[in-house]
Every structure is written in structure tokens, then in C-alpha cells.
């Protein structure tokens, strides 16, 4: 077991070497793969890891986070300001080929997929700290709102889920943030947590929803809950030094990705780690000299 470990850490030194970046050490033998950004290169960029090895997919003096992939795993979709203000793009990740998916002169930030492809959504920054969540037709590239009439001041980073009927975002209320669903069938809105909250991700199944919750240590937690907003339960809660945020999980739904940032380091220096939802064990699965952060994993 050791010796199998230390050999994983010089192949993804030499890995990392080769590419352009400072060296790195990786414990994710996995043959699924995470995607997210970093600046360990200088500049915030994109990077791949999958079976201990790291491949950087953008090198862009621009800063580019938040890829999230297709239900194919074929196709990501990410945040750049190459252009000026920051816009949607897209990467084929068997080519490399990169598409600029929107050019409006407003930030469009945070994107992500419908369940069957055919959408994807992002936040629009209307005017000054107000966001819209968008709904862009990957087919004609037609954007327009997701939600007609939120009961929100701004709706942010929304996550559908795979089967299609249901929509999980942040929604602004006064003085703060909370996690919010949106049945697609009815047309109401459900709020599922108190203020201080954010950044919901829905499981494979469905069965459970991962989000981010400062109340415990005024940090941030990583929280799971049933998706009516029941059960709900820290599991970080013994990392009371750390902020702990950008759950994702696994594509089987046994484990979590997130990202993890010293206190005294404040929020500039995330690296990956994961938690074991069977044996509620935290790994550090990444480290590396920059500030890894939203993190999404899949086949």
C-alpha cells in the first residue's frame, strides 16, 4: 500500500514538472476524473485530474474557474474573462477545442447543464450586486431567464437534477443567501435552508443535497440534507479551523469532493479533499502551491 502511494506521488511530480507547473502530490487512484480551477500555474486555470495525474487544460493569462462537465463527461462548460468581462465558454475535452457561448458586456458567470444537455444555465449580473439566473438553448444560443418571477433578490448557481425535475440554487434574501429549490413541474419555490447558506449540489440518485452552511463555525461546513430540506447534517463539523467549501459528489454517490482552506489562510488557499459518506473519512486527495477551488467530479 505504501509502496504503491509513493510511487503515485512521483508520477504525478513528474506529470506536474512536465506540464508547466510546480510539482504536486495526488492520492486519487480513482478512474473517474475531477475537473477545477487553480492558480497554482500564476494565473487561475483549469486542470484535470484523473488517476493521480494532473493535465492542465487552459493556459490563459485570463482567469478562468467554475468548469462544470456534460451528463457525457464529453463537454465542459467554464467562466473566462479572456475577452474583458467574464462569459461562458465550452471545451471539448477530446480536442481541447474551446467556444465563446455568450459576449454580453455584463459579467455571465457560473454555469452548469440541464439534466438532458439541451440547456445550460448561468448568472447574469444585471446591475451592480443583483444576478439573474440564464437558461442559453445550447441548439440556437438563445438565452433568456430561468425563472419568471423568483421571490429572490438575485438567484445564483443553480444545479438541476439528473432526473430533470427539480432545480437547486442560492437565492438572495434580505441580508444574506439561502439554499432554494424550484419544482419544474408546479412552478414553486421551496426554501430549504436558514440564511448563511449556499451553493447546493443534488446527488446522483437524488436521494441528497450537499451545500455549504456558516452557521456552525462562521466559516463554512459542508452539509448534506434530504431534498425537501430535512435531515440535515455537518459533516465537517470537526473541522472547525478550516473553510470548507464547493461540494460536488461522486458519480456513484458514495463520496464527496470539496475544497479546504485554513482559517489563517483565510479563503486563499483551498486544495481538494474528499469525505467517505459510508466512513466519514477525510482525505486530502491534492496538493499543490495554488488555490484549488470549485471542484466537480465525474466518469
Not at 6 to 14: C, D, K, P, Y
Not at 89 to 100: F, T
Not at 109 to 125: E, M, Q, R, T
Request: aromatic share 12%; charged share 25%; glycine share 8%.
Amino acid at each position: 500500500m505504501v509502496q504503491g502511494f509513493l510511487v503515485s506521488l512521483i508520477m504525478a511530480t513528474l506529470a506536474g514538472s512536465g506540464q508547466g507547473f510546480p510539482p504536486y502530490t495526488a492520492d486519487f487512484p480513482a478512474a473517474s476524473r475531477i475537473v477545477f480551477s487553480s492558480d497554482m500555474g500564476g494565473n487561475s486555470d483549469l486542470y484535470l485530474l484523473y488517476r493521480n495525474v494532473l493535465t492542465r487544460l487552459t493556459d490563459d493569462p485570463a482567469t478562468e474557474e467554475w468548469p462544470v462537465p456534460d451528463g457525457k463527461g464529453k463537454t465542459i462548460v467554464f467562466t473566462s474573462n479572456r475577452a474583458g468581462s467574464f462569459d461562458i465558454y465550452s471545451m471539448d475535452l477530446g480536442s481541447r477545442e474551446v467556444r465563446r457561448l455568450t459576449s454580453d458586456s455584463r459579467d455571465e458567470v457560473s454555469p452548469s447543464w440541464s439534466a438532458d444537455d439541451a440547456f445550460i444555465y448561468y448568472d447574469l449580473n444585471v446591475k451592480g450586486s443583483s444576478w439573474r439566473t440564464m437558461k442559453m438553448d445550447v441548439r440556437t444560443g438563445v438565452s433568456k431567464p430561468l425563472f419568471e418571477k423568483p421571490p429572490y433578490g438575485s438567484t445564483i448557481v443553480a444545479f438541476e437534477s439528473r432526473k430533470g425535475d427539480a432545480i437547486y440554487f442560492t437565492g438572495k434574501v434580505f441580508f444574506g443567501w439561502l439554499v432554494a429549490k424550484f419544482d419544474k413541474a408546479t412552478g414553486a419555490f421551496l426554501e430549504l435552508t436558514r440564511k448563511g447558506s449556499c451553493r447546493p449540489k443534488i446527488s446522483p440518485d437524488g436521494a441528497l443535497v450537499a451545500y455549504v452552511d456558516h452557521a456552525d463555525d462562521g466559516l463554512g461546513d459542508v452539509f448534506i440534507m434530504a431534498p425537501d430540506g430535512s435531515a440535515k447534517r455537518n459533516l465537517t463539523r470537526a473541522r472547525a479551523r478550516t473553510h470548507d467549501y464547493y461540494p460536488c459528489f461522486s458519480p456513484d454517490g458514495n463520496m464527496l469532493v470539496f475544497s479546504s482552506s485554513p482559517k489563517e489562510k483565510g479563503k486563499n488557499a483551498y486544495q481538494l479533499h474528499t469525505f467517505d459518506m459510508r466512513s466519514g473519512k477525510v482525505t486530502r486527495i491534492l496538493t499543490t502551491a495554488g488555490n484549488d477551488s470549485f471542484p466537480c467530479w465525474f466518469n
